[in-house]
């Protein structure tokens, strides 16, 4: 994040502001209930007639729109302590808005992925016609994609896992067949392993009747214990479903039988349920790539799935947290942070951060012997309240009682469209805690905050 563009003055503006915003929150907040007693007929019916705009304990419906709910009625389903040594058995109940966990999840082509898959079928066919000796091709779509199709969300981001092929191969099959048979034909993007920036396999894309579908092997990983870069081979459908970060990002379609398949035995019946955990055994997991410790933070915050109490008392070990600042790119933490405050419960995400005990290994600071000035008192705490008011702000129910800080604020940040400005909003609430805190750089004195987005997080 470039610290002088308008986003981050916003975030700036919205911290310093932050203090007021608390208390005109909760003056509004006394208001509102005073008046709810009060004999005016119009108070009283607004109160009655539109219950959904109060603040109160309800859990919002997961996987729906941020713009869609209230962000104050979030509450949390993470796990404390206590409850973490009773997940695995506890009955999930899924909120209204959830897929019908009761009902066989099937996946629902549209025609355009019709006529992809019939297209890729007949690649295969024409490749066996030619190569009758080798085993048949099999190709499925991998991943989220098959994730968010059986819950019954659109999704373009289709991922082809092939079994005994390269993926540039294929794509070049693929490239041929829509040649011959007269549809537009776009050059291969080859995409190098870059295991730093998680590519550890090389992949091919191209487009396919108008939609871009990369292409990659099935593939197995070695770890060596000083690194989260594998050794990688090619491999089976199940090797490949046991190396991935949680069992809902582990099913495949087949794109021959048209099926889902689930190779960990866990990705649907978790899917149903709502819960995250790890393919392979949590802390294994976790210790060959400890970058999916936030990856099940940002899955379990974006669904609002509860975390299995495995993996969350792998999450938890100091070993795990160790690995986590020894071993992981600050640019793939500040990665998974943005996706975080993008998405739509980034209360939750700061919640799960703060409960598990990753606050400091996220928000990367400078050592404290170098900090000038006293830390607020609140601590880390205070991301999450202001988090909460931030989110409040942003909806048009709370405005009345903070529209003098609104009015200092650009429009365009309560639009729907513009998630630029409300990402930066929510990261600044992130780093509240630092606020006022400044170490000595050169002749100059900096934020602490300023170097943690500048180095702990390189946004």
Known sequence: ?????????????????????????????????ADSSSPN???????????????????????????????AHLQTRLLTTQSFKDTRTKTHTPSPASPPATKEMAITLTSTEQDICDVLTKVVDRIHQRQPTEPRLVLRIAGGWVRDKLLGLESHDIDIAIDHMSGYDLAQHVNTYLK?????????????????????LETATTSVLGLLVDFVNLRSETYNSDSRIPQIEFGTPLEDA????????????????????DFTGSGIDDLKSGIIRTPLEPFKTFSDDPLRVLRVLRFASRFDYS???????????????KDLDAKISRERVGVELEKMAAGPHPLLSIQMILRFGLYENIFLTPPKEQWLGEQLSAGHALAESLTESVLRMLESSER?????????????????????????????????????LEIKEKKKTVPVSHVVVRDGLKL
């Not at 609104?406 to 940040?413: C, H, K, N, Y």
């Open 1 to 33: 994040m470039n610290l002088l563009n308008p986003a981050f003055l916003v975030c700036r503006r919205c911290i310093f502001a932050s203090q007021a915003l608390n208390f005109k929150l909760t003056t509004a907040k006394r208001k509102l209930s």
């Open 242 to 261: 046991l190396r991935r970060d949680i069992t809902i990002n582990a099913l495949f379609y087949n794109i021959e039988t048209r099926q889902v398949e």
């Open 180 to 200: 011959d048979t007269g549809h537009p034909v776009r050059t291969i993007a080859k995409i190098s392993q870059n295991p730093e920036r998680s590519k550890h």
């Open 400 to 436: 009345d009682a903070v529209r003098p800080i609104i009015a200092t604020m650009p429009a365009s940040l309560f639009a729907a469209e513009d998630m630029q400005l409300r990402r930066s909003l929510i990261l600044a609430s992130y780093l509240y805690p630092y606020y006022g």
């Open 307 to 321: 975390i299995d109490a495995q993996t969350s008392e792998a999450i938890m070990r100091p070993e795990i947290k």
């Open 41 to 71: 007929p119009t108070v009283a019916a607004q109160d009655s007639g539109d219950s959904k705009t109060r603040l109160s304990g309800n859990k919002i419906p997961r996987a729906v729109s941020p713009h869609k709910h209230k962000a």
